[in-house]
């Protein structure tokens, strides 16, 4: 990808994976920081009719790891997660959620990113994330 900030680029780029068919939309792009939305749809449901945790997961972590591809260091081409957690701590029915993941360390060989998930009509705060990152590097 060669356009590191630009939220359409991040849009097509996911358009066909699992960001795309959950409706992940990127909405910013910045250095050290990512903004997502995702509008609640029956597929995102658990069969309880509460909001699916891997919906919100799946949010916070595309947040968290486009932000990652957004800020590699020189020389770097990918990534890959190495660890993931999330507190939920709140649903959601219907509506649209978002995210906003923000970078806590950008090294050379790792980095951290926290996302906070919320409703966005009410403001309540869905899920806490937190992940790690290894950065990767072409072989020599």
Known sequence: MNTKHNPDSFNQFGA???PGHLGIRITEVAPGK???EMKVEAHHLAPNGYLHAGSVVTLADTCAGYGCISNLPEGAHSFTTIELKSNHLGT???GTI???ATAVHLGRTTQVWDATVIDAASGKTIALFR???MILYPKA
């Open 131 to 133: 992940c790690t990152q």
């Open 92 to 94: 959601a029915r219907d």
């Open 16 to 18: 066909t994976y699992l």
């Open 34 to 36: 990512l903004a997502a």
């Open 98 to 100: 978002s995210c906003v």
